[in-house]
């Protein structure tokens, strides 16, 4: 309760006084429906012929408050509206969100297959100083030079496979960023959690000889957290790394590491390919001692140690893209492919239309998800 009250005190200065301070108003809304179906599969489908259709809303509201000199306030308030006949844990898993110790969503409906969601995500006071800034409340935090896995992003990554996940998690935190010079900086993040425990961090990021370095330390969920990553140009190539020794607190012998290497070039003005290894050492080599229930429950983004994914897009015009993906699982054999086309229709209206083909034997990671066909259609305000 007494968190939730310290939220409301960081809505108070404008409650009041809106009139007084200068603000801006932005937001979006999305609606992404999707036809999910697998007839190999119906373990994953409590359908009769294995088939299922859901229509996803979000809708997203982002005032932003500047109150005196240096200060601004942030809040974002997200409406999720959800269509659907029947649940699918692996298509819509929002349970991610184990680095907010205050409970702000709601449901307001649940019934006859709709389900409408509303949380607040973002709600942040920024105060600015001649040496850097203090944030304080639920904000983004991503660390990470990675384009598909971001080990070193300890603050509520995303699933490479969930395509209906837009925005990160918010934090709720405090973050202090000094910065040093131009290009170099310092911050130091305390996040209390549930059950009176905190994690506690930091991140010194600079450059090198054009390379942008950065080394993160601290406190992870009983763990103790070590990494490293790099993004610069090798060439005419973009290169990139990241990676973390995790060790427990309470047994050194528990630990794992985690890493991706990644490269990506544009061939032509039109013609972009992106690649990325990613080794998971806190996955299974196994494909029977998956921890499935962990993935289900938002505690792990995959089941198993090693994977490769591949992307190209090719922009056919200023307002026509298309791009082709492949990720895999090294150990398993299963994987998933995907094809996008998007269309630029207006300056802040956007149309996507895609298809995502999972494979892989009985019982493989990626065995558990769906063949899907979607359309996204995205509207900025």
Request: aromatic share 18%.
């Amino acid at each position: 309760m007494k968190y939730r009250l310290f939220y409301l005190a960081l809505l108070i200065p404008y409650i009041n006084l809106f009139s007084q301070f200068d603000y801006s108003f932005s937001g979006y809304v999305v609606e992404l429906p999707i036809f999910a179906f697998d007839k190999e599969r119906p373990v994953m489908f409590p359908t009769e012929d294995n088939q299922m259709f859901f229509n996803l809303t979000r809708i997203r509201l982002c005032p932003e408050f500047y109150l005196w000199e240096g200060a601004r306030l942030n809040y974002e308030h997200e409406f999720d509206i959800l269509y659907s006949k029947s649940n699918n844990e692996i298509l819509f898993n929002d349970k991610n969100v184990s680095r907010q110790i205050v409970n702000l969503r709601w449901q307001a409906v649940n019934e006859n297959n709709f389900l409408l969601t509303h949380y607040i995500d973002r709600l942040y006071l920024r105060q600015g100083f001649n040496w850097g800034n203090i944030t304080i409340g639920r904000q983004r935090i991503a660390w990470g030079s990675g384009r598909v896995w971001n080990p070193t992003d300890l603050f509520n990554p995303i699933n490479p496979a969930n395509y209906s996940k837009i925005e990160k998690d918010g934090v709720d935190a405090i973050l202090l960023n000094y910065f040093f010079g131009s290009f170099t900086n310092a911050e130091l993040v305390y996040n209390p959690i549930k059950g009176g425990k905190t994690n506690a961090g930091f991140r010194f990021r600079t450059n090198f000889n054009e390379f942008d370095l950065s080394a993160i330390g601290g406190y992870f969920d009983s763990n103790i957290v070590g990494g490293l990553d790099f993004a610069g140009n090798l060439f005419d190539a973009g290169v990139r790394g990241e990676g973390i020794i995790s060790i427990n607190k309470d047994d050194a012998s528990t630990k794992f590491l985690k890493f991706i290497l990644g490269a990506d070039y544009q061939f032509t003005p039109k013609l972009y390919v992106m690649i990325e290894y990613h080794f998971n050492g806190e996955g299974k080599v196994d494909k029977f001692n998956y921890e499935f229930m962990r993935l289900i429950n938002g505690e792990i983004l995959n089941l198993s140690r090693n994977y490769l994914m591949i992307n190209t897009s090719y922009m056919f015009s200023p307002i026509v893209t298309a791009s082709a993906s492949h990720n895999r699982n090294l150990n398993d054999g299963s994987g998933f492919a995907g094809i996008n086309a998007s269309y630029s229709a207006g300056d802040n209206f956007y149309i996507n239309v895609g298809v995502l083909s999972t494979y892989g034997d009985i019982f493989t990671e990626y065995w558990y998800y769906p063949h899907s066909v979607y359309f996204q259609a995205e509207y900025y305000f």
